[in-house]
């Protein structure tokens, strides 16, 4: 094991102790919050995987919700929740578009419906859920030639770009997990 026993490096990072935070997204509010720091972190850890792996930590969340590494952007064009967005050159998200090459790749998802020049949540990685889904189990996901949709079949005409954008977990469960590589149809 190699560890630091004494440090000089000065970063301009936040200082513990950080905040892990459970948000509802729906309901818009913290819903647990851990203050934590370094000597604490590897246990926090350690924890949350082995209660994971117990079973006493849902990875299942509730309809039109998601759990994961999210953040707050602003939309250039009016999405849908479950739709798949990429950054644009103005700083605001827009649906991605696999047969519009300059509309990839898509790396973020809606969390819910947003209107044109607003803010929103957007997921970067993480489980969403949408009842109305009927994905095939096990399959992945990969940006749709209709703007916006996640759907299971890889685009195939010529020039589409073809990105995985994550995997169905259950019917109604996805693991969104964009990759950043792009594979054009000749």
């Given amino acids: 094991m190699v560890g630091i026993k004494h440090s000089t490096v ?14 509802d997204w729906n309901a818009e509010h913290v819903v647990d919050e851990l203050s934590i720091t370094f000597p604490q972190l590897a246990q ?5 995987i082995n209660g ?18 999210c953040t707050v952007g602003t939309v250039g064009e009016t999405v849908a929740m479950g739709d798949v967005l990429y950054m ?18 898509g790396m973020l998802l809606a969390m819910a ?8 949540n957007l997921m970067h990685l993480g489980y969403f859920r949408d009842d109305s889904w009927s994905w095939t189990i096990g399959e992945l996901l990969y940006v749709s030639v209709t703007p916006g949709n996640p759907t299971q079949t890889a685009p195939s005409g010529t020039g589409d ?10 019917a109604h469960v996805i693991f969104f997990n964009p ?3 792009l594979v054009e149809v000749a």
Wanted: charged residues 15%.
């Fill in 52 to 69: 994971a792996l117990q079973g006493s930590i849902s990875m299942t969340p509730a309809d039109h919700s998601g759990i994961g590494i």
């Fill in 113 to 120: 419906a947003i209107t044109a020049g607003n803010n929103g």
């Fill in 88 to 105: 644009k050159s103005d700083g605001k998200f827009w649906r991605a578009d696999a047969d519009a090459a300059a509309t990839m790749p």
């Fill in 44 to 48: 926090e850890i350690q924890d949350l």
């Fill in 10 to 23: 000065k970063a301009a990072y936040p200082t513990p102790p950080f905040r892990l935070l459970a948000v």
């Fill in 161 to 170: 770009q073809v990105q995985v954008i994550g995997t169905a977990v259950s």
């Fill in 179 to 181: 990759s950043p590589v």
